[in-house]
């Protein structure tokens, strides 16, 4: 009887916690903004991420990562890790029609790997942000068609 009380606040603290950790995340530097198709239909042109600074050698397979662009420096890109193996890695983007990942870039080191993509804010998606431009962190498409996204210190406000 008197572990269900403890239970219940315990329950409440940690979704407190959560809450309060999603509410930091959705701050402006954790946001990514999609631009490119290269993730679809897993993520969409307009649909924000919010991520998580990660170390590239945390990260595992068939997670959704941000990391550097191995072609255009100060570029960060959406792809989904594919294998990692001896500290490299091995991305794909979820649509290889509009995706340029490793098939062209070969392995890449595990230290491009910059944040880890924790769920699409909100999660309920909507055609009509497809069209607009969500504020903060910018995310553009290069001319190999991949999703990318400005660094935070290029900012815009």
Known sequence: MFRAPWRQRASIAAAVLTGGYLGVLAADRSRVVVRGWSMAPTLVPGDVVLTLPIRGRLARAG??????????????????????????????????????????????????????????????RSHLRWSA?????????????????????????
Do not use: C, F
């Open 63 to 124: 997670q959704v990562v941000v990391l550097r662009d191995p072609a255009a420096t100060g570029h960060l890109v959406i792809k989904r890790i594919h294998e990692w193996r001896d500290g490299r890695v091995y991305v794909l983007g979820d649509a290889p029609d509009h995706s340029t990942d490793s098939r062209a870039w070969g392995w890449l080191p595990s230290a491009t790997v910059r944040r880890l993509v924790l769920v699409r804010w909100p999660e309920v």
């Open 133 to 157: 431009q969500p504020s903060g962190r910018r995310a553009t498409t290069n001319t190999s068609g991949s999703s990318s996204a400005t660094s935070p210190a290029r900012r815009r406000p």
